[in-house]
C-alpha cells in the first residue's frame, strides 16, 4: 500500500536561526496493507518528521514519498492525490488541539463526511455519526457534547472516529497514546487494534516508547537523528536487536531489559542535530565505536547500519565479542 521509493534521499530543511537542519535523511521504508510499522526513537529523531511527509503536511525537499503507487510529490499527480487524503488521515498526541472547541462532537465527526461527499442526507449523516462513535466506544448521544466535556482518552476516541469518517484506510499515529495515563493508554491501544481487525486498516505508528509498540507493530523501524538505524519485525527485534542503539532503547525500558541479553547501559544524549557528529552519528553514545565509526557513515544493509554489525564484532541479542 505505502512504499517510499528507495533511495529516498530525504533533505527536510527547516529554518533554524542562520542553520539549516537536515530533519530526515535516506529514509526508506514500505508498510504493507492491513500491518502496522512503527517508527521508533527519541525527541529529535525525526519521526514526527517522517509522519508529517506521509500525509502530506511537510513535502520532502528532496526524494520521494509514493502510496499506493501515487506520488505524494509529483505535480502531474494532484488528482489522484487529492482521492488519496480521503483515504490516508493523521491521529495527534494532543487530539484537542485538533479540534475546534466551540464545534459539537457530531459536527466535528460529520465533517471529513461532509468535506468528501460521502453522504448528503443530513438523516443519513446523522446516523453515520452515531455509528462512528459507537465504533470507538462512545455513545451517539455523546455528540451532542463539545470536545472540553471529554477526557483525554475519550477525545482520542472522537479524533480516531473523525479519522474513520472519510473511510481512511491507513492512519497515521503520532504519539497518540503519549499524553494519557497507562490505564487509558492501554484501552486506545486495544482499541485501535481491534479497528484494525474489523476494519483491515493499515496504521503507521510513531512512538518513543518501545513498550507501547510492542503489543502494536508488526515491524518496527528505530530512527536515530533522522536516520532509521534498524529495521525488522517485532519479535525478532526484542528478542535480537542488532544495532546498539536499539539495545540501549530496550534498556531504558524496565520489563525489557534482559530478555536473554546482557545488559547496554544508555548514556549520553542525543547530539544536536544541527551539527550532527562525524561517520555514524550514534558513535559519541556507542560502547562498540571504534575510529571506523567516527569516519565512515555506515551502510543500511540487512536490515541495520551498524559498522561492528557487519564486521562481526557485535551479534544480534548478544554483546560485542571484541571491541
Ligand atoms: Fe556503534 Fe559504530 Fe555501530 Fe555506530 S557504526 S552503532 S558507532 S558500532
Ligand atoms: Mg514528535
Known sequence: LFDVSRPWLNRVIERQP?????AVDHVSFSVAKGETLAIVG???????????MVVGLMPP??????????????????A????????????FQDPYASMNPRWRVDRIVSEPIRAFGLLSGEREIQARVGELLTLVGLHPD?????????SGGQRQRIAIARALASEAEFLVADE??????????????????????RLGLTYLFISHNLAVVRHMANRIGVMYLGRIVEIGGGRELFTAPKHPYTRMLLDAVPDLAHIGRQRVPVQGEIPNPIN????????????????????????????????????????????????
Open 18 to 22: 542562520r542553520q539549516f537542519l537536515r
Open 42 to 52: 527519541e525527541s529529535g529523531s525525526g519521526k514526527s518528521t517522517v509522519a508529517r
Open 61 to 78: 525537499s528532496d526524494g520521494e514519498v509514493r502510496i499506493a503507487g501515487i506520488s505524494m510529490t509529483d505535480p502531474r499527480q494532484a
Open 80 to 91: 489522484e492525490r487529492r482521492q488519496l487524503r480521503r483515504r490516508i488521515q493523521m491521529i
Open 142 to 150: 455523546d455528540g451532542k457534547r463539545y470536545p472540553h466535556a471529554f
Open 176 to 197: 497518540p497514546t503519549s499524553a494519557l495515563d497507562v490505564s487509558v493508554q492501554a484501552q486506545i491501544l486495544n482499541l485501535m487494534r481491534d479497528l484494525q481487525d
Open 276 to 323: 550532527p557528529p562525524s561517520g555514524c552519528t550514534f558513535h559519541p553514545r556507542c560502547p562498540f565505536a571504534n575510529d571506523r565509526c567516527k569516519a565512515e557513515v555506515p551502510v543500511f544493509r540487512d536490515g541495520v547500519a551498524c559498522h561492528a554489525v557487519e564486521e562481526g564484532r557485535l551479534m544480534p541479542g548478544g554483546v560485542a565479542a571484541v571491541a
